[in-house]
């Protein structure tokens, strides 16, 4: 067990160490992942929430490590407090998923001889080419973060250690408050991130193990990062509910996906009747999977062109629409809780510096998932279209702010700053906020400023900061067994 005042900061190096280092250094200058040898897809802006953080946000391919500073952050004042509400990195497909490629798959090797007419256009040749890739996807990966999916936490570290280097000083390290969902994606990404950590502290050293680091492991709060798991009235009125997805069925069996259907299955020769929206949608996303977590174009990719991707990234839109985002009122209201424990550290914040104490937790970090993200940005009145997402209107919808992929790709966080402004002119321009959206700072839904006074903010989201009580949101509305004559 290592010792000391900030065992994360300091750690003797043996020179076995330094031969580790070495052999690190080396192998990550041969990796897949570097950005020179980035394999790029025109698919790749519409995988909704399978989507790769540098599509996403793609000024951080030059140098991945390197601070981004939006120009727009605030100069003028100190910050006294980051809460960041990260989605964990890219990951493996579930089980369910790979069950579903296996599927495909079989469809693929059980083919008959083939259509002439088919083969004469170019899709037997395809379909063969996929019938032969590798399925190298196995039941065990189910979800699990990849190496690139800590590649992507111990950048995003890096970069923001070096954007507020006094909130992510040596000094502050034990003070690091890391809070995450249980799934082994979460906790990992925890881990990966505080690794960046000791990377930027202590650069070309390998990192101990996170046990034996000051600042972690995380610890695992599900009722805060998988809020909508214990929220009674979302469980049963959307997430058991066969007829809450109603508009992703409808879409499902709509023009725009039989259409894709009808020439899919004449690119891979497989009868239209045994392919359905499903199977399609798996198809497109292992285009995702195999760029995001091997850096590999493959087959499937050709299997689509950009007006199908526009529609399968709508097929998924729609489900995050009624199942995280708008659709339902529960969707966002089953986030209240976390909502109002991030604005609990920034009132300890402020408190403890208006009495001149230093800050209990100047980094607090919260790892979880796309679903923890979309409610909450959905509470806040973010990305929300004048009308409904619906099977009906994927037309009218092409420029929708809704974009699933846009908001929460892997490793997408959501910043809160908290600034101490010592030379405010008054008492309430002391303290001011900003927010970050995938390291972008985020106008305030309601102005369009890109900072405010933190008792503005506050006074904005009161009805949600003094109304909205978890516990009553989400109990379902109780029913009279009584026997009446």
């Known amino acids: 067990m290592l010792r000391g005042p900030c065992r994360l900061c300091r750690v003797s190096v043996a ?13 990550s200058r041969c990796s897949l992942l570097e950005p020179e040898d980035r394999v790029v897809s ?9 989507t790769r953080y540098e599509d996403a946000n793609p000024g951080l391919l030059p140098d991945p490590e390197a601070p981004r500073r939006d120009p727009q ?10 809460v960041a509400l990260i989605r964990h990195g890219t990951r493996y497909p579930t089980t369910k998923q790979i069950r579903k490629l296996r599927q495909l798959h079989g469809l693929l090797q059980a083919r008959g001889p083939g259509d002439d007419r088919i083969r004469a256009a170019g899709g037997g040749d395809l379909g063969a080419a996929l019938a032969n890739w590798p399925l190298w996807y196995a039941d065990w990966m ?3 973060l990849v190496e690139k999916g800590r590649q992507d936490m111990r950048q995003l570290a890096l970069r923001l250690a070096s954007l507020f280097p006094v909130l992510f000083s040596r000094e502050n ?16 990404s925890g881990a990966a991130f505080l690794q960046g950590l000791w990377q930027h502290y202590h650069p070309g050293l390998p990192p101990p193990d996170v046990a034996d680091m000051e600042c972690g492991p995380p610890r695992i709060n599900d009722k805060l990062m998988r809020f909508f798991d214990h929220c009674e009235k979302f469980l049963t009125q959307v ?20 259409n894709i259907l009808k020439k899919v299955a004449g690119i891979l020769q497989v009868p239209v009747n045994n392919l359905n929206a499903d199977l399609i949608q798996v198809a497109f996303f292992t285009c995702s999977f195999d760029l995001a977590i091997k850096g590999v174009k493959s087959p499937w990719c050709d299997v689509f062109d950009i007006d199908d ?10 489900k995050q629409y009624w199942k995280r985002g708008y659709g339902y009122t529960i969707n966002s209201q089953s986030s209240c809780t976390l909502f109002q424990d991030i604005f609990q550290h920034l009132d300890k914040a402020v408190e403890q510096k208006q009495s001149s104490q230093p800050i209990s937790s100047p980094v607090i970090l919260q790892f979880g998932h796309a679903e923890t993200l979309l409610p909450l940005l959905s509470l806040m009145g973010y990305f929300k279209d004048k009308e409904p997402l619906t099977a009906y209107n994927y037309k009218e919808q092409m420029h929708r702010k809704f974009r699933s992929g846009h908001i929460v790709p892997y490793a997408s966080n959501l910043i809160f700053v908290l600034y101490h402004c010592k030379n405010a002119k008054t008492p309430k321009e002391e303290f001011q906020v900003q927010m970050l959206l995938n390291e972008k700072v985020l106008p305030l839904a309601h102005s369009q400023e890109t900072v405010s006074l933190y008792e503005d903010l506050k006074n904005h989201y009161k009805d949600i900061l003094q109304s909205c009580h978890t516990s009553e949101e989400c109990e ?5 067994t009584s026997d009446e004559l």
């Open 15 to 27: 020179p076995v160490a330094a031969l580790a280092v070495a052999l690190v250094s080396s192998l």
């Open 42 to 50: 025109p698919l790749s802006p519409y995988f909704g929430t399978k």
């Open 73 to 82: 952050l605030l100069e003028t004042c100190t910050p006294v407090q980051l």
């Open 142 to 144: 189910d979800g699990q």
């Open 173 to 188: 390290c034990g003070r690091l408050q890391l809070v995450t969902s249980s799934k082994h994606r979460c906790v990992d």
């Open 239 to 258: 997430e058991r509910n066969a007829t809450a997805l109603y508009h992703v069925e409808a879409f499902k069996t709509g023009p725009e996906m039989q």
């Open 309 to 318: 991707a526009k529609v399968l990234e709508y097929l998924n839109d729609l």
């Open 476 to 480: 379902l509305p109780k029913v009279n």
